[in-house]
C-alpha cells in the first residue's frame, strides 16, 4: 500500500443512540406553595386511574433481583447470572410499577422539557463522572495529541531498539501516613544519552535476562532469542502466560549517568513492571529515595478518586477474555508498606499511578456538556410537579401491571453477557459536530442528550454469540413469551388538564403505535413490548363525596387531555410553532421508535473500537445502512481540536430537516473532586490495552 494510500474509517455502531436536550427547560410553576395540595382533593383538579395492556413482541425478562442466601451453591449461581422472573409478595407474575414508572417518567421528561439537574430537589437524572484515558496509541490524533503532551512522550532509537521516554513523568515511592498518602520522589540522575535528568529508567527484558536477574516474572518466555524481541508476531507467539505485575527492591550502580544493576550495587532501587501488553518489551528501574526533596502529598479526596477509578477499571476488564491480574500492585499501599510510584506534578496539579504511561483525567466531566439552562435550573417542571421530589409526594401511583395469565409460557434460559453504559466512549456519547471527533478535552463539547435503546427487527443471536467468549460473565435467564399481555393501573390525583394530558401522553408512547423496550437484554432485542390504554377513569369528586354512588369515576376520553398538553406546549415553547412536530425533540422521539436491522445497531467488537469513528445522529442510523464512511478521524490543526467557535448543531437540525417537520421519524451525582475538587473517575483505556481491559465505552471502546 503506498503512502498516499488511506484506509477507509468507519462510523460505529451501537444498539443504543441518543435525545438531544433542549436548550430550554418548561417552568411549570414558581410559586411552590401552588403545589402543596395533597391534604385535600380540587374539583377543577382530576383524579382517577388508567387502566393499560402491555403485550410481549419479543421474548421478556424482568429480573426478580439478588436473592440473600448464605449458600455458596446460591452464591455461584448468582454470581453466573442465573435470574428468575421477578413475582409479586403473593406470587403473581408481574413488570413492576416502579419499572413504568420509570418509563413515563423518561417519555415525560422530553415530552415536557424537563431539567436533568435540579440541586434544590437532589435531582440528578445525569450522573457527572471525569473520565481517565491512556490514549497514547489511540487512532483519534486530538485525543492522542493530548495524552503525548501531558506526559511528554519523545521517540527514541538505541541500540537499534525503539522506545520512548517520558519527559514529564517521575518517579519515587508512596506511602501511607494517616490518612492520607506522601509521595517521596527518587533522586535524579543526568542520561548523557536522553539529554535530561531522570528518576527512572527502562531497561530492556533483554538486559534482565543476560544479568539473570532473579525474583521477577518475565514477559515472554525463557527460549526467547534477542532478535525475536524485535519481532512483533513471534513476541505474541512467546508470551509468558504466568507472568503477574511486580516490585522488587533491587541493587543499582550509577556509571556515567547511567544506572547499571549489580546485585553487590552502593544504591538500593526498585524494579517493577505492570501488566503485559503485546508488544511491551521494558522494565523499569527507580532509583533510590531522594532524602532531601520535598514530599508530595497525595490529599484523602486524591486517593479515594484513584480508587474509585481503580474499582471501576477492574469492573471494566471482567467483560474481557483475560481476567485482570495483579490487583494488588495497582492498590494503594497499606499502612506500614513502600510502593513505587509514577506521577506528573505541576503546581497543585498532581497525576499518579503504577506505570509511567499514566491513566489522565479528562479537562472536563459529563455536566460540562450539558447545557447550562440545566445546570442552573432551581424551578419546578412538568416531571417535578407530577412525580415529586424529596420533600413533595408524587401525585401518581403506578401499580404494579399483573400477568393475565397465573401460569404464563416461559422461554428456554437465553445466555448472554450483558454490558454497562460507558460514557467514556466519547465518539459516541458526545456530539460530533466538527471535522475532527471531538472529546471531553475539546471546547465546548456537548453530550448527545438522554439514552435509549433501538428496537430490533429480531432477537441479535448472533450478537449474544458474539460478545458471550466469557462463560463465568454470561447471563442466563428465563423470560415471558411473546404474546404474554400484562394488566396495569396507574392512580393519579389533583391533575390539571395538560398534566393528565402529559401522564396520557408518555404512558402510550407519544404519537406512535406504542413500542417500546423493557427489561433486561435491550441491545439483544429483548423486551419489545406494545402498549395499549384501556381506559380512562376521572372521579367525579363531589358526586364520591357527597352521595353513596359507586359510579363516580367516570370513564372518558383520553385525546382531549393529550390535546389539552399539546395546547400548552406550543404556547409555552421557546419559540414559535403550529404543532409538537416540528419540535426537534418530538421528531427524535418518534424516530427512537423506529426498528432497526440488528445488524445496523448491534455492539461492536473490541477490536472495532479503536478503528471506527463516531457513532451516527439519530437521523443518519435510521436513514444509512451497512457500512458508512466518516470524515472525523484524520489530521487536526490548531491546538487540539480545531474547534473555536460554539456550534449550534440543533439550529442545523432544524434547517435541513423542515421537511420532516409532520413526519415521523443518566442516577445519583458524582462528587466534584480533583486533588481538592474533582469529580467520580471512571477509567478508560485505549485499543493499546484492549487485551488488559474490555473497555466498551470507550476506549475505544464499548
Known amino acids: 500500500m503506498g503512502n498516499n494510500d488511506k484506509v477507509a474509517v468507519y462510523k460505529s455502531k451501537a444498539p443504543y443512540n441518543f435525545i438531544g436536550l433542549e436548550d430550554f427547560i418548561l417552568d411549570r410553576?414558581?410559586?411552590?406553595?401552588?403545589?402543596?395540595?395533597?391534604?385535600?382533593?380540587?374539583?377543577?383538579?382530576?383524579?382517577?386511574?388508567?387502566?393499560?395492556?402491555?403485550?410481549?413482541?419479543?421474548?421478556?425478562?424482568?429480573?426478580?433481583?439478588?436473592?440473600?442466601?448464605?449458600?455458596?451453591?446460591?452464591d455461584e449461581e448468582e454470581n453466573t447470572g442465573k435470574n428468575e422472573l421477578f413475582k409479586n409478595p403473593i406470587g403473581q407474575y408481574v413488570i413492576p410499577g416502579n419499572t413504568i414508572r420509570g418509563l413515563t417518567r423518561y417519555n415525560a421528561s422530553i415530552f415536557s422539557f424537563a431539567s436533568v439537574i435540579n440541586k434544590p430537589k437532589e435531582k440528578n437524572d445525569i450522573e457527572n463522572r471525569r473520565f481517565y484515558y491512556r490514549t497514547f496509541a489511540s487512532k483519534d490524533i486530538n485525543i492522542k495529541k493530548w495524552y503525548s503532551d501531558t506526559v511528554g512522550i519523545k521517540p527514541r532509537l538505541r541500540e537499534g531498539f525503539r522506545y520512548s521516554i517520558l519527559e514529564r513523568v517521575q518517579a519515587g515511592y508512596i506511602r501511607k501516613r494517616g490518612e492520607e498518602y506522601v509521595i517521596i520522589p527518587a533522586v535524579k540522575i543526568g542520561n548523557k544519552d536522553e539529554n535530561r535528568m531522570q528518576s527512572y529508567t527502562s531497561i530492556h527484558e533483554w538486559e534482565l535476562r543476560k544479568l539473570n536477574v532473579e525474583g521477577i516474572y518475565y514477559l515472554y518466555k525463557d527460549n526467547i532469542k534477542k532478535e525475536d524481541y524485535k519481532d512483533g508476531s513471534k513476541l505474541s507467539k512467546s508470551e509468558n502466560k504466568d507472568y503477574r505485575p511486580y516490585s522488587k527492591e533491587i541493587r543499582y550502580n550509577?556509571?556515567?549517568?547511567?544506572?547499571?544493576?549489580?546485585?553487590?550495587?552502593?544504591?538500593?532501587?526498585?524494579?517493577?513492571?505492570?501488566?503485559?501488553?503485546?508488544?511491551?518489551?521494558?522494565?523499569?528501574?527507580?532509583?533510590?529515595?531522594?532524602?532531601?526533596?520535598?514530599?508530595?502529598?497525595?490529599?484523602?479526596?486524591?486517593?479515594e478518586l484513584y480508587t474509585e477509578d481503580l474499582e471501576y477499571t477492574h469492573k471494566c476488564n471482567a467483560a474481557s477474555k483475560e481476567i485482570y491480574e495483579?490487583?494488588?500492585?495497582?492498590?494503594?499501599?497499606?499502612?506500614?508498606?513502600?510502593?513505587?510510584?509514577?506521577?506528573?506534578?505541576?503546581?497543585?496539579?498532581?497525576?499518579?499511578?503504577?506505570?509511567?504511561?499514566?491513566?489522565?483525567?479528562?479537562?472536563?466531566?459529563?455536566?460540562?456538556?450539558?447545557?447550562?439552562?440545566?445546570?442552573?435550573?432551581?424551578?419546578?417542571?412538568?416531571?417535578?410537579?407530577?412525580?415529586?421530589?424529596?420533600?413533595?409526594?408524587?401525585?401518581?401511583?403506578?401499580?404494579?401491571?399483573?400477568?393475565?395469565?397465573?401460569?404464563?409460557?416461559?422461554?428456554?434460559?437465553?445466555?448472554?453477557?450483558?454490558?454497562?453504559?460507558?460514557?467514556?466512549?466519547?465518539?459516541?456519547?458526545?456530539?460530533?459536530?466538527?471535522?475532527?471527533?471531538?472529546?471531553?478535552?475539546?471546547?465546548?463539547?456537548?453530550?448527545?442528550?438522554?439514552?435509549?435503546?433501538?428496537?430490533?427487527?429480531?432477537?441479535?443471536?448472533?450478537?449474544?454469540?458474539?460478545?458471550?467468549?466469557?462463560?463465568?460473565?454470561?447471563?442466563?435467564?428465563?423470560?415471558?413469551?411473546?404474546?404474554?399481555?400484562?394488566?396495569?393501573?396507574?392512580?393519579?390525583?389533583?391533575?390539571?388538564?395538560?398534566?393528565?394530558?402529559?401522564?396520557?401522553?408518555?404512558?402510550?408512547?407519544?404519537?406512535?403505535?406504542?413500542?417500546?423496550?423493557?427489561?433486561k437484554g435491550k441491545p439483544y432485542g429483548f423486551g419489545k413490548c406494545r402498549i395499549r390504554i384501556l381506559g380512562l377513569f376521572v372521579e367525579d369528586i363531589k358526586e364520591k363525596y357527597t352521595s353513596f354512588a359507586a359510579d363516580y369515576p367516570r370513564q372518558e376520553?383520553?385525546?382531549?387531555?393529550?390535546?389539552?398538553?399539546?395546547?400548552?406546549?406550543?404556547?409555552?415553547?421557546?419559540?414559535?410553532?403550529?404543532?409538537?412536530?416540528?419540535?426537534?425533540?418530538?421528531?427524535?422521539?418518534?424516530?427512537?421508535?423506529?426498528?432497526?436491522?440488528?445488524?445496523?445497531?448491534?455492539?461492536?467488537?473490541?477490536?472495532e473500537f479503536a478503528q471506527r469513528a463516531e457513532l451516527p445522529t439519530l437521523e443518519d442510523a435510521v436513514q444509512e445502512s451497512g457500512d458508512v464512511v466518516s470524515t472525523k478521524m484524520k489530521?487536526?490543526?490548531?491546538?487540539?481540536?480545531?474547534?473555536?467557535?460554539?456550534?449550534?448543531?440543533?439550529?442545523?437540525?432544524?434547517?435541513?430537516?423542515?421537511?420532516?417537520?409532520?413526519?415521523?421519524?443518566?442516577?445519583?451525582?458524582?462528587?466534584?473532586?480533583?486533588?481538592?475538587?474533582?469529580?467520580?473517575?471512571?477509567?478508560?483505556?485505549?485499543?493499546?490495552?484492549?487485551?488488559?481491559?474490555?473497555?466498551?465505552?470507550d476506549n475505544d471502546s464499548k
Open 254 to 303: 550509577v556509571d556515567n549517568g547511567k544506572a547499571k544493576i549489580d546485585i553487590n550495587g552502593k544504591f538500593k532501587g526498585m524494579l517493577a513492571n505492570s501488566n503485559y501488553i503485546n508488544g511491551k518489551r521494558h522494565h523499569y528501574l527507580i532509583f533510590e529515595e531522594d532524602k532531601n526533596s520535598t514530599e508530595i502529598i497525595v490529599s484523602k479526596n486524591l486517593a
Open 635 to 697: 489530521g487536526t490543526k490548531g491546538k487540539y481540536d480545531n474547534h473555536n467557535a460554539k456550534h449550534d448543531e440543533r439550529k442545523n437540525y432544524e434547517k435541513s430537516n423542515k421537511q420532516h417537520n409532520n413526519k415521523g421519524y443518566f442516577n445519583k451525582q458524582g462528587k466534584n473532586r480533583d486533588n481538592s475538587n474533582s469529580t467520580k473517575s471512571e477509567n478508560l483505556n485505549t485499543e493499546a490495552f484492549s487485551k488488559l481491559k474490555d473497555f466498551k465505552f
Open 557 to 607: 376520553k383520553t385525546d382531549s387531555y393529550v390535546e389539552a398538553f399539546k395546547k400548552y406546549i406550543i404556547e409555552h415553547y421557546r419559540k414559535k410553532v403550529n404543532s409538537v412536530n416540528e419540535i426537534i425533540s418530538y421528531r427524535e422521539f418518534e424516530l427512537s421508535k423506529k426498528v432497526l436491522k440488528n445488524s445496523e445497531c448491534r455492539y461492536m467488537k473490541v477490536s
Open 326 to 519: 495483579g490487583k494488588e500492585y495497582y492498590a494503594l499501599p497499606e499502612e506500614g508498606e513502600v510502593k513505587p510510584v509514577f506521577f506528573v506534578k505541576e503546581g497543585d496539579k498532581l497525576i499518579f499511578g503504577f506505570t509511567p504511561y499514566l491513566r489522565i483525567p479528562a479537562e472536563g466531566d459529563i455536566y460540562g456538556g450539558i447545557p447550562e439552562v440545566h445546570k442552573n435550573y432551581t424551578g419546578t417542571d412538568f416531571v417535578d410537579a407530577m412525580f415529586g421530589w424529596k420533600n413533595f409526594r408524587t401525585k401518581l401511583s403506578f401499580l404494579d401491571a399483573v400477568c393475565e395469565n397465573s401460569s404464563p409460557e416461559i422461554t428456554k434460559e437465553y445466555e448472554m453477557m450483558l454490558a454497562e453504559p460507558k460514557p467514556s466512549w466519547y465518539k459516541g456519547y458526545l456530539k460530533q459536530r466538527k471535522d475532527t471527533l471531538e472529546s471531553y478535552c475539546t471546547e465546548a463539547y456537548e453530550i448527545r442528550g438522554r439514552k435509549f435503546y433501538w428496537m430490533k427487527e429480531s432477537l441479535d443471536i448472533q450478537g449474544m454469540e458474539e460478545q458471550g467468549n466469557n462463560k463465568k460473565l454470561i447471563t442466563k435467564m428465563k423470560c415471558y413469551a411473546e404474546n404474554t399481555k400484562f394488566l396495569g393501573k396507574v392512580k393519579f390525583e389533583n391533575l390539571t388538564d395538560e398534566e393528565l394530558g402529559l401522564l396520557i401522553y408518555s404512558l402510550k408512547q407519544g404519537d406512535t403505535e406504542g413500542y417500546f423496550n423493557l427489561g
Open 29 to 74: 410553576c414558581s410559586d411552590i406553595e401552588k403545589f402543596s395540595m395533597h391534604d385535600r382533593y380540587y374539583e377543577n383538579l382530576k383524579s382517577g386511574n388508567i387502566q393499560y395492556e402491555i403485550e410481549v413482541i419479543t421474548p421478556l425478562h424482568i429480573s426478580a433481583g439478588k436473592k440473600e442466601s448464605n449458600n455458596e451453591k446460591d
